[in-house]
């Protein structure tokens, strides 16, 4: 029997940065998690312990750093190109390398130049891999929490004798939208995009009346394909957030689609693509979002 070792890649988790740049007594804020992760021929430091070819993760963590000082951190596509290029192009033994950036957001509070509040749980994202002289790049949000109170119906779905669920006509749609578009092409507007792809999905999950979540995760999918060219595909993970009716009969009250008891657990989770058929093909672009 033999025993080899297989795909590996190490790196630096969750590296905390934010940045404040000054523009006289207006400064704009930065708040960003980091990982960084390399592969290459990375053999010798598993079999033998030899680290002449590791480039330590504290190593990672500084680059992270001192790249934000050397120049602005922008748009957090172009800074994880950035660092990417930088390990691949900078270590003749590192031949990829995978960033993944949450950028968490804050609004600046009105009338004042250097004072802002946190805007929320939402998170911007990007997942960036180079290999060689080529780049991916995925970009997505995470926790978009939206609710529609009508324009929602689930009915006509299979019942046997486990099968208590009411079918309804009118209920209250919620979810958490997670979020991930797989680009295709360069020279893209990353910030123009990422709020134009974001607008089309809130309006697509408001406008569409839903017979099921399914259904509206289709119609998010397909508008923003539609709508913005630069995006090769869509992958949606949209958990229902569950509203049921209170029974109120107990205290002569009728319900009319007014009170609701929120569960948090269990939840449904309905998850799928949108492609187009004429994408590029996707290459090592969704390995940023897996282990390997």
Same mark, same amino acid.
């Given at each position: 029997?033999?025993?080899? %070792?297989?795909?590996?890649? #190490?790196?630096?988790?969750?590296?905390?940065?934010?940045?404040?740049?000054?523009?006289?007594? &207006?400064?704009?804020?930065?708040?960003?998690?980091?990982?960084?992760?390399?592969?290459?021929?990375?053999?010798?430091?598993?079999?033998?312990?030899?680290?002449?070819?590791?480039?330590?993760?504290?190593?990672?963590?500084?680059?992270?750093?001192?790249?934000? =000082?050397?120049?602005?951190?922008?748009?957090?596509?172009?800074?994880?190109?950035?660092?990417? *290029?930088?390990?691949?192009? $900078?270590?003749?033994?590192?031949?990829?390398?995978?960033?993944?950036?949450?950028?968490?957001?804050?609004?600046?509070?009105?009338?004042?130049? *250097?004072?802002? $509040?946190?805007?929320?749980?939402? =998170?911007?994202?990007?997942?960036?891999?180079?290999?060689?002289?080529?780049?991916?790049?995925?970009?997505? @949000?995470?926790?978009?929490?939206?609710?529609?109170?009508?324009?929602?119906?689930? *009915?006509?779905?299979?019942?046997?004798? #486990?099968?208590?669920?009411?079918?309804?006509?009118?209920?209250?749609?919620?979810?958490?939208?997670?979020? +991930?578009?797989? #680009?295709?092409?360069?020279?893209?507007?990353?910030?123009? $995009?990422?709020?134009? &792809?974001?607008?089309?999905? %809130?309006?697509?999950?408001?406008?569409?009346? $839903?017979?099921?979540?399914?259904?509206?995760?289709?119609?998010?999918?397909?508008?923003?394909? =539609?709508? +913005?060219? !630069?995006?090769?595909?869509?992958? @949606?993970?949209?958990?229902?957030?569950? *509203?049921?009716?209170?029974?109120?009969?107990?205290?002569?009250?009728?319900?009319?689609?007014?009170?609701? #008891?929120?569960?948090?657990?269990?939840?449904?989770?309905?998850?799928?693509?949108?492609?187009?058929?004429?994408? !590029?093909?996707?290459?090592?672009?969704?390995?940023? @979002?897996?282990?390997?």
């Amino acid at each position: 029997m033999a025993i080899t %070792l297989g795909p590996n890649q #190490y790196g630096k988790a969750e590296v905390r940065l934010v940045t404040v740049q000054r523009e006289g007594t &207006v400064h704009h804020l930065k708040d960003l998690t980091v990982s960084t992760s390399l592969r290459g021929d990375l053999a010798a430091t598993h079999l033998t312990g030899d680290n002449a070819d590791v480039v330590a993760t504290d190593t990672q963590k500084n680059t992270v750093y001192a790249f934000a =000082k050397e120049a602005p951190v922008g748009e957090i596509e172009d800074f994880a190109l950035r660092l990417g *290029h930088h390990f691949v192009g $900078s270590f003749e033994h590192i031949t990829g390398a995978r960033i993944l950036i949450d950028e968490h957001g804050w609004n600046r509070i009105s009338g004042h130049d *250097h004072a802002f $509040s946190q805007a929320g749980s939402e =998170k911007r994202t990007t997942a960036v891999t180079v290999q060689g002289d080529q780049a991916w790049v995925v970009s997505g @949000l995470d926790d978009l929490v939206v609710l529609k109170s009508t324009g929602s119906e689930f *009915h006509g779905f299979p019942r046997d004798k #486990y099968t208590t669920l009411a079918e309804t006509n009118d209920r209250i749609l919620a979810t958490a939208v997670t979020a +991930r578009w797989r #680009y295709q092409g360069d020279g893209i507007d990353w910030a123009t $995009s990422h709020a134009e &792809v974001r607008r089309i999905l %809130l309006e697509t999950f408001a406008d569409k009346h $839903s017979l099921s979540l399914q259904q509206t995760l289709y119609a998010m999918g397909e508008a923003v394909l =539609k709508e +913005r060219e !630069e995006v090769a595909e869509v992958r @949606l993970s949209l958990p229902n957030k569950h *509203h049921f009716l209170v029974d109120l009969s107990p205290f002569g009250l009728k319900n009319d689609n007014e009170v609701f #008891y929120a569960a948090d657990r269990p939840y449904g989770l309905i998850e799928g693509v949108v492609l187009r058929d004429d994408a !590029e093909d996707a290459g090592l672009a969704w390995h940023t @979002l897996a282990a390997f």
